[in-house]
């Protein structure tokens, strides 16, 4: 399984991966606790939609040091899409698709 998450991360970065020794462990260590491969790729897709991210490396072991927190604003079956929505925007801020009307507080999907 950990030969799978480094050939996805791979080829997620589209060139290869510096300090595999140091990716190896990262990925080693999410999947020993209990994360998924669906969840270490949801994990690095949110944090590289990020602003910060753009046009920078972003590193397996980054992602390990966030996957917990970003974990925790995952819903679980049976829970309110709202009460997710309002836990993630408070956490991460809007979502890459959103933008708040400074004028009426209403928070609107943006038309791409």
């Not at 998450?5 to 290869?16: D, F, N």
């Not at 046009?55 to 709202?82: C, F, M, N, Y």
């Not at 925007?89 to 038309?111: A, C, N, Y």
């Amino acid at each position: 399984m950990n030969e799978e998450v480094l050939k996805w991360y791979e080829e997620a970065l589209g060139y290869p991966m510096p300090f595999r020794p140091r990716e190896l462990k990262a990925s080693a260590w999410m999947l020993r606790n209990g994360y998924t491969l669906q969840d270490i790729q949801n994990c690095y897709q949110h944090l590289k939609a990020q602003p910060f991210y753009l046009g920078r490396h972003l590193s397996l072991r980054k992602v390990q040091e966030e996957i917990g927190a970003w974990k925790q604003t995952q819903p679980s079956a049976g829970d309110d899409r709202e009460a997710y929505l309002k836990e993630y925007r408070r956490r991460w801020g809007l979502l890459p698709w959103e933008e708040l009307d400074r004028k009426t507080g209403e928070i609107t999907e943006v038309k791409r």
